[in-house]
T-cell receptor, first 115, second 110 residues
């Protein structure tokens, strides 16, 4: 398996534009997580899905952020409209049965810069 | 909520042992993890320990857990330049949410 695949690797956009980040989890993994990493706040869990259903979105910072998982092999994180303070590295991760006893596999991340 | 703290930076000489420390606040933390992040990459699980264990050894890595003091440490024996990275401590109460520390940047000097 190729691991968790995220695209794009880098995204530069202007304030007010819509940004869509994409993730393909490892095949067979039931859980998918979106994290945001910044220097100031470290790694923050934004939302996670179990079997394509959002379970906990309490980490989503604002209504400008939304995430979907239309099927087991694809998820998106959308920011509309984007703001400079959204600049961060966004990681997607997946695991087989949940993090408590299984490895959490991370993608390489999307470096987002909002100008 | 849960708070996980780590020192920001550690510098060691190649061949020495490295010890990275972590403290957490929630005594109900059941699973404790160490992740490694290399430049431009995602986090990679190094090792983990259950709260009913005091120690776990895996090749050059030794994890020590002091539940009384809520202190977790990662020791890397014979540290190599390839070990230079950011190391994250993370804890979970089995609710599928991991709380990460801010990471310790390890620099290994030749």
């Amino acid at each position: 398996d190729a691991g968790v695949i995220q695209s794009p690797r880098h995204e530069v956009t202007e304030m007010g534009q819509e940004v869509t980040l994409r993730c393909k989890p490892i095949s067979g993994h039931d859980y998918l997580f979106w994290y945001r990493q910044t220097m100031m706040r470290g790694l923050e869990l934004l939302i996670y899905f179990n079997n394509n259903v959002p379970i906990d979105d309490s980490g989503m910072p604002e209504d400008r952020f939304s995430a979907k998982m239309p099927n087991a092999s694809f998820s998106t994180l959308k920011i509309q409209p984007s703001e400079p303070r959204d600049s961060a590295v966004y990681f997607c991760a997946s695991s087989l049965t949940g993090v408590s006893q299984e490895k959490l596999f991370f993608g390489s991340g999307t470096q987002l810069s909002v100008l | 909520g849960e708070d996980v703290e780590q020192s920001l930076f550690l510098s060691v000489r190649e061949g020495d042992s490295s010890v990275i420390n972590c403290t957490y606040t929630d005594s109900s933390s059941t699973y404790l993890y160490w992740y490694k992040q290399e430049p431009g990459a995602g986090l990679q699980l190094l090792t983990y320990i259950f709260s009913n264990m005091d120690m776990k050894q895996d090749q050059r890595l030794t994890v020590l857990l002091n539940k009384k003091d809520k202190h977790l440490s990662l020791r890397i024996a014979d540290t190599q330049t390839g070990d230079s990275a950011i190391y994250f401590c993370a804890v979970s109460d089995s609710s599928y949410k991991l709380i990460f520390g801010s990471g310790t940047r390890l620099l290994v000097r030749p």
